[in-house]
C-alpha cells in the first residue's frame, strides 16, 4: 500500500528558532501534497496544499511567510515553521493523494509533534 | 461551503460490541472518505466511498449520496478500534481535491 513518511516525528525547539519538517512519499509520486494542523481534540485543519515545482496555495488566514512550503521533487514536501513561538506547537500532518483528480484517496504521514518553549 | 457533521461526537462501547457512525453532509460531493486516526495519532484510510457500500472485514460503509449521509458500521469492536473516526468530502462544487473534514467520532473501546 501506499506510505507517506514525515520526519521528524516530534521535535522541541527554542521560541525563536526555525523548524523543518520531511514529508515524503515512499512507492509512490505526488504531484500534490497537503499539509495539515491539529490542536488536541480537534479534527484536521488544512494550513495549504504543496504543487511539485510551484509555489504552495495557503488557505485563508495561514500566513505563508510563517509557514514556507517547499515541494522539491515528486516524492518530497518540506514545511518549515520559521521564528517559532509557543503558539505555533500543534500536530502537523501531510498527506499525498493516488488517483484522479477530486476522485483520489489520501494517505497520510504519521505527523510530526512540534513544541516550541 | 459544505458542512459535514458526524455522530456521535463521543462513544463508549464493550469489546465485542457492534456500532453505526452517522456523517451528513450538507451539499453534493465528488468524494467521501472514512479514516480512523489511532491514540498516537497515525491517520489511516478506511474507505473511499462516495456513494454504495463497501465492506473491509468487520468494518463497513454505506453512502446514499442522494440523502447526504454516509454511515460506518463497526462489528464485534476490539480495544484496537479505540481512536476517533473522521469523515471527509470534497464538494462537488469546489474545483480542488481539498478535503472538507468533520470533527469526528470519539470511540473507545473497553476490554
Redesign the interface.
Same mark, same amino acid.
Given at each position: 500500500g501506499a506510505v507517506v513518511s514525515q520526519h521528524p516525528s516530534w521535535v522541541i525547539c527554542k521560541s525563536g528558532t526555525s523548524v523543518k519538517i520531511e514529508c515524503r512519499s515512499l512507492d509512490f509520486q505526488a504531484t500534490?501534497m497537503?499539509w495539515y494542523r =491539529?490542536f488536541p481534540? =480537534?479534527?484536521?485543519m488544512?494550513m495549504a496544499?504543496s504543487n511539485e515545482g510551484s509555489k504552495a496555495t495557503y488557505e485563508q488566514g495561514v500566513e505563508k511567510d510563517k509557514f514556507l512550503i517547499n515541494h522539491a521533487s515528486l516524492t518530497l514536501s518540506t514545511l518549515t515553521v520559521t521564528s517559532a513561538h509557543p503558539e505555533d506547537s500543534s500536530?502537523y500532518?501531510c498527506?499525498a493523494?493516488i488517483?484522479t483528480?477530486?476522485?483520489?484517496?489520501?494517505?497520510?504521514g504519521?505527523?510530526t509533534?512540534l513544541t516550541v518553549l | 461551503g459544505i458542512q459535514v457533521e458526524q455522530s456521535p461526537p463521543d462513544l463508549i462501547l464493550q469489546e465485542g460490541a457492534n456500532s453505526t457512525l452517522r456523517c451528513n453532509f450538507s451539499d453534493s460531493v465528488n468524494n467521501l472518505q472514512w479514516f480512523h486516526q489511532n491514540p498516537w495519532g497515525q491517520l489511516i484510510n478506511l474507505f473511499y466511498i462516495p456513494s454504495g457500500t463497501k465492506q473491509n472485514g468487520r468494518l463497513s460503509a454505506t453512502t446514499v449520496a442522494t440523502e447526504r449521509y454516509s454511515l460506518l458500521y463497526i462489528s464485534s469492536s476490539q480495544t484496537t478500534d479505540s481512536g476517533v473516526y473522521f469523515c471527509a468530502v470534497v464538494p462537488r462544487a469546489g474545483n480542488n481535491r481539498k478535503l472538507i473534514w468533520g470533527l469526528g467520532t470519539s470511540l473507545a473501546v473497553n476490554p
Open positions: 500534490t497537503f =491539529q481534540k =480537534q479534527s484536521l488544512l496544499t500536530f500532518i498527506s493523494p488517483g483528480w477530486v476522485s483520489d484517496t489520501q494517505y497520510f504519521p505527523g509533534r | -
